[in-house]
T-cell receptor, first 115, second 116 residues
């Protein structure tokens, strides 16, 4: 029973390029959450998705960032025209249903480095 | 405001000794949960312990226990018989209802060093 799978584990992009981060939730989980961890900081909420729906994107920067969770395939976090300040670890978490208070299962994160 | 504060950026403990990591939080919610996560260099977020705010009894998991002081909004983690494998970043977090779901609010972390 694989956990939450994120890839790539490391991603290097030059300023102005696009970054695509992928997250496959645990089997049977239909809710996905993206968090960002800046250096020396805790994780901060970005967006909450269910299949084909964005439920809460209050933590997403207004520009250049988008997320999707299609009916088939992984959830994608897309960052267009990356800048140095986007360098961070991006974590995905999943849960079987909304409102679960047992805590979510996290992936190992994707470390994005913008050069 | 929903905040979690960890005032100790770094702590050290001798192997086999006991160490306590501090955490305070602020929330206006009555329905919330508190967590400690361990993040080793592999970056994996590992759940250490969970506490339901409505329960007065402190949670324990083997060598890990918490001191939950609800009135003071304090949630410290005690690690007994520290082992070299306990060395990691430790994050305190609250899980609170927001916008129809539950969200984590994380502290900035405490780096724990275990000395042989």
């Amino acid at each position: 029973n694989a956990g939450v799978m994120q890839n790539p584990r490391h991603l290097v992009r030059r300023r102005g390029q696009e970054a695509r981060l992928r997250c496959s939730p645990m089997k049977g989980h239909s809710h996905v959450y993206w968090y960002r961890q800046l250096p020396e900081e805790g994780l901060k909420f970005m967006v909450y998705l269910q299949k084909e729906n964005i439920i809460d994107e209050s933590g997403m920067p207004k520009e250049r960032f988008s997320a999707e969770f299609p009916k088939e395939g992984p959830s994608i976090l897309r960052i267009q025209q990356v800048v140095r300040g986007d360098s961070a670890a991006y974590f995905c978490a999943s849960s079987p249903r909304t409102g679960t208070n047992y805590g979510y299962t996290f992936g190992s994160g994707t470390r994005l480095t913008v050069v | 405001a929903q905040t979690v504060t960890q005032s100790q950026p770094e702590m050290s403990v001798q192997e086999a000794e006991t160490v306590t990591l501090s955490c305070t939080y602020d929330t206006s919610e009555s329905d919330y949960y508190l967590f400690w996560y361990k993040q080793p260099p592999s970056r994996q977020m590992i759940l250490v312990i969970r506490q339901e705010a409505y329960k007065q009894q402190n949670a324990t998991e083997n060598r890990f226990s918490v001191n939950f002081q609800k009135a003071a909004k304090s949630f410290s983690l005690k690690i007994s018989d520290s082992q070299l494998g306990d060395a990691a970043m430790y994050f305190c977090a609250s899980l609170i209802p927001l916008s129809g779901t539950y969200k984590y609010i994380f502290g900035t972390g405490t780096r724990l060093k275990v000395l042989a």
